[in-house]
């Protein structure tokens, strides 16, 4: 799924294209992307764009309107959506091609890999319909310790779960929550309600350092391209995506955590004491055998 650092390129490099520029029409491929019906899709055409913004993992596009409200057009991504820059009036081809935003500049592609359509567009009138849709979590950059920790702590989480809640924190999902802990050198299923004050110091840092130069870096790349390869997978990624691969730091293999469609990836040495966690299938049919470390765990691979 587009996080932060991903959806601040998006709106880069969008800006530079369709800022100012009337939106001419909104072709729908798939009946299942518009989530809203009032207003309808089409009192958006014709009307010039203002301004391109973040909320949480959304990108949201604000046009014109009534002298009473502007209009406010909301992409939710999810895991497979993306975002391509195509000629003027580019054709919708392909099963994978779910919408397409035509400007006289160009035409914004939107297309959602695999059988599953979860990408969502809306239309609200207003910024307080706007504001509707924000899940609420705090921005990284805008918050300082206290109210980062005060954010977490409103339950007692995991730290994955907990810095991939859209509730609690903006634009974290399972991608950078991984590189996050990494460098906080803190394991992803400690609790919220345990860390201690040197740590809640270390992952506030790690938070924002680590969202921060991905940031600059995807914007980097965003001037001179439309970001058109956006992935969880980085190979510059120091344990996301990179099961069984050496840690950067200290050269041990990166572990994983799988769970339905996701997996959690960390370095056993770095973030828990060379304790290796157990992963839920495994470890139900292991049982007790499951291995506690990184030895045991290659004993076993070697029976």
Same mark, same amino acid.
């Given at each position: 799924?587009?996080?932060?650092?991903?959806?601040?390129?998006?709106?880069?490099?969008?800006?530079?294209?369709?800022?100012?520029?009337?939106?001419?029409?909104?072709?729908?491929?798939?009946?299942? +992307?518009?989530?809203?019906?009032?207003?309808?899709?089409?009192?958006?055409?014709?009307?010039?764009?203002?301004?391109?913004?973040?909320?949480? =993992?959304?990108?949201?596009?604000?046009?014109?309107?009534?002298?009473?409200?502007?209009?406010?057009?909301?992409?939710?991504?999810?895991?497979?959506?993306?975002?391509?820059?195509?000629?003027?009036?580019?054709?919708?081809?392909?099963? $994978?091609?779910?919408?397409?935003?035509?400007?006289?500049?160009?035409?914004?592609? +939107?297309?959602?890999?695999?059988?599953?359509?979860?990408?969502?567009?809306?239309?609200?009138?207003?910024?307080?319909?706007?504001?509707?849709?924000?899940?609420?979590?705090?921005?990284?950059?805008?918050?300082?310790?206290?109210?980062?920790?005060?954010?977490?702590?409103?339950? $007692?989480?995991?730290?994955?779960?907990?810095?991939?809640?859209?509730?609690?924190?903006?634009?974290?999902?399972?991608?950078?929550?991984?590189?996050?802990?990494?460098?906080?050198?803190?394991?992803?299923?400690?609790?919220?309600?345990?860390?201690?004050?040197?740590?809640?110091?270390?992952?506030?840092?790690?938070?924002?350092?680590?969202?921060?130069?991905?940031?600059?870096?995807?914007?980097?790349?965003?001037?001179?391209?439309?970001?058109?390869?956006?992935?969880?997978?980085?190979?510059?990624?120091?344990?996301?995506?990179?099961?069984?691969?050496?840690?950067?730091?200290?050269?041990?293999?990166?572990?994983?955590?799988?769970?339905?469609? $996701?997996?959690?990836?960390?370095?056993?040495?770095?973030?828990?004491?060379? =304790?290796?966690?157990?992963?839920?299938?495994?470890?139900?049919?292991?049982?007790?055998?499951?291995?506690?470390?990184?030895?045991?765990?290659?004993?076993?691979?070697?029976?």
């Amino acid at each position: 799924m587009p996080e932060l650092p991903d959806i601040a390129a998006y709106i880069a490099a969008l800006e530079g294209r369709i800022l100012t520029q009337p939106l001419e029409r909104v072709r729908i491929a798939s009946v299942f +992307l518009l989530r809203t019906v009032d207003p309808p899709l089409s009192s958006v055409e014709g009307r010039a764009v203002k301004e391109i913004s973040r909320i949480g =993992k959304r990108i949201a596009i604000g046009l014109e309107g009534s002298p009473e409200a502007d209009l406010w057009l909301v992409l939710h991504l999810m895991i497979a959506g993306r975002l391509h820059w195509r000629p003027p009036n580019a054709k919708l081809a392909g099963r $994978n091609a779910l919408a397409a935003f035509d400007f006289p500049t160009g035409s914004l592609i +939107l297309t959602e890999a695999g059988s599953k359509r979860r990408a969502s567009l809306y239309l609200f009138r207003g910024e307080e319909d706007l504001a509707s849709i924000d899940p609420g979590g705090v921005e990284i950059f805008s918050t300082n310790l206290d109210g980062f920790r005060a954010a977490l702590t409103l339950e $007692n989480r995991t730290l994955k779960r907990a810095l991939t809640d859209p509730r609690l924190i903006s634009g974290v999902g399972n991608a950078y929550s991984d590189e996050i802990l990494h460098v906080a050198q803190l394991s992803p299923i400690t609790l919220t309600h345990k860390l201690k004050p040197e740590e809640w110091d270390r992952l506030f840092a790690a938070t924002r350092s680590t969202l921060a130069a991905w940031t600059d870096r995807l914007l980097t790349e965003a001037k001179e391209n439309f970001p058109e390869k956006v992935t969880a997978f980085r190979k510059e990624f120091a344990v996301h995506g990179r099961f069984g691969q050496p840690c950067p730091r200290c050269g041990a293999k990166v572990q994983r955590i799988r769970y339905a469609d $996701n997996e959690t990836n960390y370095c056993a040495p770095c973030q828990t004491g060379g =304790k290796v966690l157990a992963d839920r299938s495994l470890s139900r049919l292991l049982g007790a055998d499951w291995p506690r470390t990184l030895d045991e765990l290659e004993a076993l691979k070697r029976r």
